[in-house]
């Protein structure tokens, strides 16, 4: 059975992807090259829904409470710190998703704050990610018993229906595509 932490370690890998790919069309603004509006539509579309609405809330809905039940501490803890990462995160997604309203609507000056924000994002994501793979999954699978396990896997399951229209796989080859044309 696979564990619930090598799903979620997976799509850090494939958050990185389109992480690579926004730090590259960082770079090409930085440049002022042509990048087109979709691409930016894009990667925000991929950071929003998979990174945030689909990874993070299954972090907070699922593995959360499990270790919150088995004795991890939220508050002062590990949790607590974890859970208050993600809303930084949001704050930032939201922030960039108004600076790419404003690019697409004619504000030149909107471009620098993308960059601002996008590189911010990227660095605290990766950040936040190296944490979680080398200390919290590492502590999970040491807490965690196998029905606990099992459980979380059932769940985690589950909420790949809760994407809508688009699934898992559409969001992956997404990731991919956009670290293949806009990486540098």
Not at 43 to 64: G, N, S, T
Not at 87 to 110: F, P
Not at 120 to 149: G, N, T
Not at 150 to 173: M, R
Request: glycine share 4%.
């Amino acid at each position: 059975m696979s564990r619930p932490t090598h799903m979620l370690k997976h799509e850090h890998r494939i958050i990185e992807q389109a992480l690579r790919a926004l730090d590259g069309v960082c770079t090409r603004l930085e440049l002022n090259e042509e990048v087109p509006i979709e691409a930016l539509v894009q990667a925000l579309d991929f950071v929003q829904i998979y990174a945030d609405r689909f990874h993070h809330e299954k972090e907070e809905m699922y593995l959360f409470p499990a270790l919150q039940q088995s004795g991890m501490l939220v508050e002062g803890g590990p949790l607590g710190f974890l859970k208050h990462e993600h809303q930084v995160e949001r704050q930032l997604l939201i922030d960039l998703g108004a600076a790419v309203t404003d690019y697409r609507n004619g504000d030149a000056a909107a471009k620098h704050r993308i960059i601002d924000h996008a590189r911010i994002y990227s660095r605290h994501l990766s950040s936040h990610m190296r944490r979680e793979d080398s200390i919290l999954f590492m502590l999970a699978e040491e807490i965690l018993d196998e029905p606990a396990k099992a459980a979380i896997n059932y769940a985690f399951a589950k909420a790949e229906y809760g994407l809508g229209e688009k699934s898992v796989e559409h969001y992956e080859d997404l990731a991919a595509e956009l670290e293949k044309t806009w990486a540098v």
